[in-house]
């Protein structure tokens, strides 16, 4: 290269590197500046003498993951020094130690997970679950920003596969494609997701790539004159009432055609069109859901909606934070089409991720709000289904970025939670290796089952058929798998107890001729101070309880007559649920129930107005059903000797959630009425609502927050006299969530 040449070369990388500043969103410090400069300074130096296989100088690669580390996901200066200097530690003279030194500890730790990151070698062609590699690289990232700033690092190395070697395309493509794609999508940073997947179709499958995107483009214009016919009424409905608005209307992603058509058999023809017009309103965060489903009620008043596609995920956003409301209309010729209505703010976040939500809630993009954030990424990356998991309590603790990995002695990895003993693992692997187990061996040496597990220990477990689950192993397991398993154990073995102790309680009441029944048994534990039954024969089957005192008690007849102390007695007591928002009472009537403690119950959920009773649960004291529970009957007939009377006695501004069912004629608009009403007539507030349609005749549910029966009459009334609706009624069954 001749003088003038390097001279040129100089000039383009200093145009380039302001152009980083430019897009770059700083704070007005000089601090900051100083210190992008610095690692600019810093890598230009490093990389020197390294070309790219392109053959341009090395420092364009770092300078361009800097531009969409900022740009595109909207972080700020730590990230952009970070993706500056990303390169230096694994390639250059650099040490970890320098930077240190010449950078603030932050930076250096983010290096310091970049460059390991670096090492960990994903082979999609072997087994091993690729969500456990994603979670494992984010462990290895103390800071979310290493994974932010990886993911920019691959975009950018994908946008410049072109030149490297065919069978590199290949692996880097579909390493991208396993790994770094759906990280980014559950990162919600939807552009570059889809930007990675177009990009790795063009190498794994380069003429399927071109031949979409050359078909794509040659209908680009009927597609665009379609949109415009499409959203005309629509702007200028929206004109004359003054919303401020941005529409698009923009084609799937070349990917996402290519997938639909492979995975359903079609051809390009069928799908080319899909499409969703996008609205974007310019309205702040107080007015935004209104706006939203004001403009919802304006399009619908246009096209008629598909009801069966309506998703509010503006009530109930997703778990990586995507707000938007969702509804798919059909247009004049027929053809449905998506609308997707949001705010600025909840585009931005679809489209870079929370690092954007948190740079509208603070205005600051590198601020100690980070923390937050990774705590919500760190939340949903935990488990897609929770549902799926019946210890949701236990459960919840185990959160994504306390997780260590550990091996078996065959090489297979297992997810802990940090502080995971060996008695988890042991769990982890079956629970009968854990109700069994003695000892492990962790890299081979013998620890005890408290042992506490560190990331890349191989665990091996000893057992013996002798051994079974013990109280205090409670003390140091955290999984929910294991809890549940030792607590279900001790049950087993608590009743085989309680057994026992049912026995000797049966021979002694005889013998002092008090009938074996439900009220005697009620103030035994009572006068005990025990929670139940099972609790009291458990006592007893363990030798803990001195039955002595039971022929000291009041008697009449074969009755026990026993009050606490703590309250005055009379024949009845009232009880209050007190909420933030004020107080219910429920009157129990008939027999003494001082001390006993009542729950409403699930399964039927009463509130306030319901006809209720009381039943006594054998282990959680009195629930209180409503008289129209689906398990009434069953409780009734067999447990009549357990029914007690209760009714409310007074009901404030305490809100009870119900469900609505509601069944009708599907017409224009009928949705829109219905939500119109709940929300903003009777200021109901809304938790969910859901609708399905079939052959003209739609149904829907609702969930919503009611103080009493009259308040929840008086909606179902108003409800009844939308026109069209056929049927509203309360939902019986237990199926709230
Ligand atoms: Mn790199």
């Known amino acids: 290269m001749t003088g003038a040449e390097l001279e040129k070369e100089k000039k383009e990388i200093l145009n380039y590197y302001r152009s980083l500043l430019r897009v770059a969103r700083l704070s007005k410090s000089k601090e900051d500046r100083a210190d992008i400069r610095k690692a600019f300074n810093v890598a230009l130096d490093a990389h020197i003498n390294m070309r790219r296989k392109s053959g341009e100088p090395y420092i364009y690669h770092p300078l361009a993951v800097a531009k969409i580390a900022t740009e595109e996901i909207g972080l700020g200066t730590t990230a952009i020094v970070c993706a500056l200097l990303h390169d230096t530690v694994e390639d250059t003279e650099i040490t970890l130690e320098d930077i240190t030194r010449l950078f603030n500890p932050k930076v250096s730790k983010i290096i310091d997970g970049l460059t390991k990151i670096s090492g960990v070698y994903f082979d999609p062609s072997k087994s091993i679950q690729a969500e456990n590699f994603r979670k494992m690289l984010l462990t290895l990232s103390d800071d979310v920003r290493v994974i932010l700033i990886k993911l920019a690092d691959r975009l950018h190395n994908m946008r410049t596969l072109g030149s490297m070697r065919r069978d590199k395309q290949l692996k880097i493509a579909s390493e991208t494609l396993y790994l770094y794609a759906p990280l980014a999508h559950r990162l919600g940073l939807y552009n570059i997701k889809t930007e990675l997947e177009d990009l790795c179709l063009k190498y794994t499958h380069p003429e399927e790539y071109e031949l979409i995107s050359t078909k794509l483009k040659k209908t680009q214009a009927v597609r665009t004159r379609f949109i415009s016919r499409f959203i005309h009424p629509i702007k200028t409905e929206l004109a004359k009432q003054n919303f401020k608005l941005n529409i698009k209307g923009r084609p799937k992603s070349i990917y996402s055609i290519w997938n639909k058509m492979e995975t359903k058999g079609v051809p390009f023809e069928e799908v080319y069109d899909i499409f969703a017009i996008r609205i974007i309103l310019d309205s702040g965060s107080e007015n935004e859901k209104a706006d939203s489903w004001k403009v919802y009620s304006i399009v619908t008043d246009f096209y008629r909606p598909n009801p069966d596609r309506l998703r509010d995920w503006i009530s109930i956003p997703k778990a990586n934070g995507y707000e938007s409301l ?412």
């Not at 009441?509 to 099972?534: A, D, G, P, R």
């Not at 009232?574 to 009157?587: A, F, H, M, N, Y």
């Open 326 to 737: 969702h509804t798919t209309v059909m247009s004049p010729s027929g053809k449905w089409v998506e609308v997707q209505i949001r705010s600025n703010r909840m585009n931005e976040i679809a489209e870079k991720g929370f690092a954007a939500h948190w740079r509208y809630k603070t205005n600051q993009s590198d601020a100690g709000n980070l923390d937050l954030w990774i705590e919500r990424i760190s939340e949903m990356l935990e488990n897609p289904n929770p549902d799926a998991l019946d210890f949701m309590d236990d459960f919840k603790m185990n959160l994504f970025s306390d997780e260590i990995f550990v091996f078996t002695p065959k090489g297979e990895l297992k997810t802990l939670p940090t502080n995971a003993t060996s008695l988890d693992f042991a769990y982890e692997i079956h629970s009968q290796v854990g109700s069994n187990c003695i000892g492990a061996k962790v890299n081979y040496k013998l620890v005890p089952l408290s042992h506490q597990l560190k990331s890349g220990d191989q665990v091996e477990i000893i057992t013996s058929k002798k051994q079974k689950p013990k109280e205090d192993w409670l003390k140091f397991v955290l999984t929910g798998k294991a809890k549940s398993s030792i607590k279900s154990a001790l049950k087993e073995d608590k009743k085989k107890v309680a057994s026992l102790g049912k026995g000797i309680l049966e021979r002694k009441l005889s013998s002092l001729n008090f009938h074996v029944n439900q009220h005697n048994l009620m103030k035994l534990f009572t006068f005990y101070k025990l929670k139940s039954e099972l609790d009291l024969m458990y006592n007893i089957g363990l030798k803990k309880i001195d039955l002595s005192q039971i022929k000291k008690l009041k008697r009449e007849g074969p009755n026990i007559i026993y009050h606490p102390r703590k309250k005055p007695t009379k024949g009845k007591e009232k009880k209050e649920i007190t909420t933030s928002s004020g107080k219910v009472g429920l009157q129990i009537l008939g027999g003494d129930f001082h001390g006993v403690d009542y729950k409403l119950s699930s399964c039927c959920n009463p509130i306030p107005g319901d006809d209720v009773f009381g039943f006594i649960t054998k282990h959680e004291g009195l629930k209180i059903h409503r008289t129209k529970c689906p398990n009434a009957i069953e409780m009734m007939s067999n447990f009549a000797y357990r029914i007690v009377q209760a009714k409310w006695t007074n009901s404030e501004s305490i809100a009870f959630l119900v469900g609505i069912h509601f069944k009708g004629i599907d017409r224009l608009g009928i949705i829109n009425n219905i939500t119109k009403i709940i929300s903003a007539e009777l200021n109901v507030n809304m938790r969910s609502i859901s609708f399905d349609t079939d052959d003209g005749i739609f149904e829907g549910k609702i969930m919503a927050f009611v103080n009493d029966t009259s308040h929840l009459d008086s909606l179902v009334k108003k409800l009844k006299k939308v026109d069209g609706v056929l049927a509203v009624s309360r939902i019986d069954t237990s199926s709230l969530p």
